[in-house]
Nanobody, 129 residues
Framework: QEKLVESGGGLVQPGGSLSLPCAAS????????MGWFRQAPAKERELVAVISGTGIITYYADSVKGRFTTTTDNAKNTVDLQLKSLKPEDTAAYYC??????????????????????WGQGTQVTVSS
């Protein structure tokens, strides 16, 4: 069973930045396709970014495009989510998730939390002045 651990969350002012690393305890991240989700209180968990195991394929939700970036650090065996120009509406618990399933052409499939097999415990990001 793969174990994922996120860190790096916290309180930041609007316009600020954070970096959220997701560390894996087992196989290297090149073995997985990774997703980043977030969930605000009383809202459904939503996909914000995806990066393939090769690092070649990335996807960003429209709400974060141009502000969030996901990358892999093979030396540290982490997948990182960099958050910039943060807004109050970005406030949520952020989760990394992994799967060995192929990222097919049907975005509706890999946009769903059910597509992913391994999850971290989440890290809270609060954007407030």
């Amino acid at each position: 069973q793969e174990k994922l651990v996120e860190s790096g969350g916290g309180l930041v002012q609007p316009g600020g930045s954070l970096s959220l690393p997701c560390a894996a305890s087992g196989r290297p991240f090149s073995s997985y396709n990774m997703g980043w989700f977030r969930q605000a209180p009383a809202k459904e968990r939503e996909l914000v970014a995806v990066i393939s195991g090769t690092g070649i394929i990335t996807y960003y939700a429209d709400s974060v495009k141009g502000r969030f970036t996901t990358t892999t650090d093979n030396a540290k065996n982490t997948v990182d989510l960099q958050l910039k120009s943060l807004k109050p509406e970005d406030t949520a618990a952020y989760y990394c998730a992994g799967t060995t399933k192929v990222l097919g052409p049907a975005r509706t499939m890999w946009s769903s939390p059910r597509f992913y097999d391994y999850w971290g415990q989440g890290t809270q990001v609060t954007v407030s002045s």
